[in-house]
């Protein structure tokens, strides 16, 4: 029997990972070249060169309008629902993706999907959408099954596994990544939540971790370990999401990683109309995942400030999708967006600049969603453009649809909950800055950020 399409890319077989996955879809970019106006007033913003001398223009919250603050807020609460419903009310575990209409019977949960729930609970308990007593119980339920039943090696989780009863599902890894992503949700209900047992599962959970045997002998993570064959050979090497696995490993107590892991992986720079900033050559989620929660605002370390890197990224990947308009001719300013996704033809790694796999005219919500606390203005006209015209087809029980191609009339029939989940974590950051304030009370975030040598612009 064919195995569904996950929210990682596909189900996974012996030796395929979600980066295994990106790193093929590179291999497939071609070269597209610049077409469309370059803001002057973002490259002036920062260049890795100068990060840690220039002051920072973007700073503190956001400014929104009143219709954009109406229009998060609708997102925030169809996105929540999906967490809350998608959730085994035994296990706590997030199901990987459902219909977008509703639940199917489709029983995947990941460790990643279970993060962004964890922290959604917490954002729905502050904006008056769940209960506090429902929040807590639920997340207490979820916090004692990974501490209890949850199958764990060296206290790192699985990718995917049976939503009822958290048994491995295909065969997939050990994750350090996804790992990551689930306590990064983890610690944000200990920060928010005045609760001795939330306080001590989540304690616990996080000091089993043992960040320095993910080094595998090595001066960079590793990005996984199986039963079957050991560690994974892909390190956590080049820039892109990792930035959260460092940090939480520099902030253990138990199982620290080196302060010098956080200069290990490279930092490689590229320029796109006149812009010069810190890209792998990864879609536009990796410019995002870490600072979901992490805040970086304000803040250098010897290399960069990676907040301006994002909103530099960001405004890089409009640009780019700008210059797509000949061959996609629905792309505009209103229109644009695209980073890992469902497609007509299967989950793909997309992205660019520079271009990253089969690029066809698909629009992905969770592009411009995700970062709208780097570019708001920006975002927020293709979220208000999804929104006012492309209701029937694209927003559903739980907001918009995880893809689709306004060029050919595609539309996914799916959500998929990492990306429903950092939707929802940009726009309350966006509107508040609620998830960085709270996850950033945690002194284990205060930690690792200090030992990787961030420090604040003068005043």
């Known amino acids: 029997m064919k195995k569904p399409i996950t929210g990682e890319g596909v189900a996974p077989t012996s030796g395929t990972t979600r980066r295994e996955l990106l790193k093929k879809a590179a291999r497939l970019a071609v070269a597209v070249p610049f077409a469309g106006v370059f803001n002057q007033s973002l490259a002036a913003l920062a260049t890795p060169d100068d990060a840690t001398t220039a002051k920072p223009q973007v700073q503190g919250v956001p400014r929104l309008t009143a219709a954009d603050d109406a229009l998060l807020q609708e ?15 035994y296990t706590g575990l997030v199901k990987d993706r459902s219909q977008a209409d509703g639940q199917d019977p489709r029983n995947v949960a990941s460790s990643a999907a279970t993060g962004f729930g964890l922290t959604g609970i917490c954002i729905a308990v502050e904006r008056g959408m769940l209960k506090r007593e429902d929040g807590r119980k639920r997340v207490l339920n979820t916090l004692r099954f990974l ?90 090497n080049k820039y892109s999401e990792l930035m959260m696995i460092y940090l939480l490993g520099l902030g253990s107590n138990t199982h620290p990683l080196p302060a010098s892991s956080w200069d290990a992986f490279s930092r490689p720079r590229f320029n796109y109309a006149g812009m010069t900033y810190i890209e792998g050559g990864d879609p536009l989620f990796v410019h995002l995942y870490s600072q979901a929660w992490f805040d970086f605002r ?4 010897k290399y960069a400030d990676y907040f301006r890197n994002s909103a530099l990224a960001t405004h890089a990947h409009h640009l780019f999708c700008l210059s797509l308009k000949d061959k996609y001719p629905k792309f505009s300013d209103d229109l644009w967006g695209f980073t890992a996704s469902d497609s007509a033809n299967g989950y793909v790694a997309w992205g660019g600049p520079p271009a990253q796999g089969p690029i066809d005219g698909t629009i992905v919500p969770a592009a411009a969603g995700g970062a709208v606390p780097f570019q ?18 694209i927003w559903k029980r739980y907001s918009f649809v995880d893809a689709f191609n306004p060029n050919t009339g595609w539309v996914d029939p799916d959500v998929i909950g990492i990306d429903l989940g950092i939707t929802m974590l940009g726009a309350e950051n966006a509107r508040t800055g609620f998830v960085w304030k709270t996850f950033m009370k945690n002194i284990e975030a205060q930690r690792g950020m200090e030992r990787a040598g961030f420090v604040d612009y003068p005043t």
């Open 75 to 89: 997102i925030e609460e169809r996105s929540f629902r999906y967490f809350w419903e998608a959730a085994s009310p």
């Open 147 to 236: 501490w209890e039943r949850m199958s764990h090696y060296h206290g790192f989780f699985f990718h995917f596994m049976d939503l009822n009863d958290g048994s491995r599902s295909w065969e997939c890894e050990i994750s350090t990544i996804d790992t990551a992503l689930l306590l990064c949700g983890v610690l944000t209900c200990r920060a928010y939540f005045d609760d001795k047992d939330i306080h001590t599962l989540a304690t616990q959970l996080y000091e089993r971790a043992d960040w320095k045997w993910m080094l595998n002998g090595g001066d960079t993570v590793s990005m996984g370990w199986k039963p079957e064959v050991g560690f994974l050979k892909g390190r956590w």
């Open 298 to 301: 304000g803040k250098h370390d």
């Open 376 to 393: 708001p203005a920006e975002c927020m006209r293709v979220l208000h453009n999804l929104r006012d015209h492309y209701t029937k087809k």
